[in-house]
């Protein structure tokens, strides 16, 4: 079966320190991986999502990155975090674009 | 604009019946899903609806109707761990999800 990973589960960091959030998945080989962040109260907001190694999109201006160096690994940085980054970040996957995503256990992070 | 509206908070009582609605304006249609979300913890998947009609799963159902722009998410035989909040979410022409803000639903003994 599949399975997919995230860490750290919380993380609370100063602003304008560095980020990195890895997403790992197992049991399943070229896989759709996508990044979410959702605020309280609100949607699931999509940031990044990838089809393949090397492969990223982004759906929204800001400052944050993701890269894929392995199939089955994705992660999400920033090099400075702003106080609106707060929020719970999820990484989730789908065998192909129209299927149904299965997330991982997320991280949620505070910027103070 | 893409829009996904449903109720922000709704309570009922363990053991009857509870409809969660969900509207919706999109570019294109290609599915509608419905997840659970317990409070701290990650969406999981409940069902998808791609063409009209009911699809039963168990104690949930959900129901689609594309030409109004409509779904609803049935639940039945309601328990305490029940309580959670319903997201609904629509595939657009992209193949991308477009979500609402979820429905928080309070289940009183």
């Known amino acids: 079966s599949q399975t997919i990973h995230q860490w750290p589960a919380t993380l609370v960091q100063p602003v304008g320190s560095p980020l990195s959030l890895e997403c790992t998945v197992e049991?399943?080989?070229?896989?759709?991986l996508y990044w979410y962040r959702q605020a309280a109260g609100r949607g699931l907001q999509l940031l990044f999502y990838s089809v393949g190694i090397g492969q990223i999109s982004s759906e929204v201006p800001q400052n944050l990155s993701a890269s894929r160096p392995q199939d089955r690994q994705f992660i999400l940085s920033s090099k400075k975090l702003l106080l609106s980054d707060s929020g719970f970040y999820l990484c989730?996957?789908?065998?192909?674009?129209?299927?149904?995503?299965?997330f991982g256990p997320g991280t949620r992070l505070t910027v103070l | 604009g893409q829009n996904i509206d449903q109720p922000t908070e709704m309570t009922a009582t363990e053991g009857a019946i509870v409809q969660i609605n969900c509207t919706y304006q999109t570019s294109g249609f290609n599915g509608l899903f419905w997840y659970q979300q317990h409070a701290g913890e990650a969406p999981t998947f409940l069902s998808y609806n791609v063409l009209d009609g009911l699809e039963e799963k168990g104690r949930f159902s959900s129901f689609l109707s594309r030409s109004k722009g409509y779904s609803y998410l049935l639940l039945k035989e309601l328990q305490m761990k029940d309580s959670a909040s319903y997201l609904c979410a629509v595939m657009d022409s992209n193949y991308q999800l477009i979500w609402g803000a979820g429905t928080k639903l309070i289940i009183k003994p």
């Open positions: 049991g399943t080989s070229n896989p759709n």
């Open positions: 989730a996957w789908s065998v192909r674009e129209y299927n149904e995503q299965f």
